[in-house]
């Protein structure tokens, strides 16, 4: 049974591109969470999904970030026209429920040059 | 909203110490879970914990949740244990995770 799957693990980024950070659920999984760590801090949460809908996006920012869980396919996180302060690791954890245990993915760690 | 800290911040310890490493709550969580974060930057799945006590070998966990803590024991240290522990929860029906600032152990041989 596979775990959470993420790519790419890493990915670099000049200023002012696109970055686009795909996440699989575990199997059986439809709820999908995406999370950001700085440096030497703990998870900040950033969105909550379900297949085709966005639950709760109060963590990402308004602007430059979306996020999709489409009906088929991984979720993806996009982050566009990127700044230097967008580095970080971005992970991606599913569950079966809201409120169950949730499996997080190795993450994506984004360094913007 | 909801506060959580972990004690102690940084812990070493030779190689076969034992460690006991706390998390505080600052309200009612109907989830709660431990992560080891190794030096490579990925997150274990170590205990969901929302209440009681739960073992998985050299690792066990209690939650008090009466009392607002969580406790994750550590025995007979191995240098592969060396990363950052955290403690996350959840509050009522929001599915968010919080997570407190970890505590980082390191394990000298």
């Known amino acids: 049974n596979a775990g959470v799957m993420q790519n790419p693990r890493h990915l670099v980024r000049r200023r002012g591109q696109e970055a686009r950070l795909r996440c699989s659920p575990m199997k059986g999984h439809s709820h999908v969470y995406w999370y950001r760590q700085l440096p030497e801090e703990g998870l900040k949460f950033m969105v909550y999904l379900q297949k085709e809908n966005i639950i709760d996006e109060s963590g990402m920012p308004k602007e430059r970030f979306s996020a999709e869980f489409p009906k088929e396919g991984p979720s993806i996180l996009r982050i566009q026209q990127v700044v230097r302060g967008d580095s970080a690791a971005y992970f991606c954890a599913s569950s079966p429920g809201g409120d169950l245990e949730a499996f997080f993915g190795q993450g994506t760690r984004l360094t913007v040059v | ?109």
Do not use: M
């Not at chain 2, 076969?16 to 309200?27: K, P, V, Y």
């Not at chain 2, 950052?84 to 600032?101: E, K």
């Open chain 2, 1 to 109: 909203g909801i506060q959580v800290e972990q004690s102690p911040p940084d812990l070493i310890l030779q190689e076969g110490a034992n460690s006991t490493l706390r998390c505080n709550f600052s309200d009612s969580v109907n989830n709660l879970q431990w992560f080891h974060q190794n030096p490579w930057g990925q997150l274990i799945n170590l205990f969901y914990i929302p209440s009681g006590t739960k073992q998985n070998g050299r690792l066990s966990a209690t939650t008090v949740a009466t009392e607002r803590y969580s406790l994750l024991y550590i025995s007979s240290s191995q240098t592969t244990d060396s990363g950052v522990y955290f403690c996350a929860v959840g509050v009522d029906s929001n599915y968010q995770l919080i997570w407190g600032a970890g505590t980082k152990l390191i394990i000298k041989p």
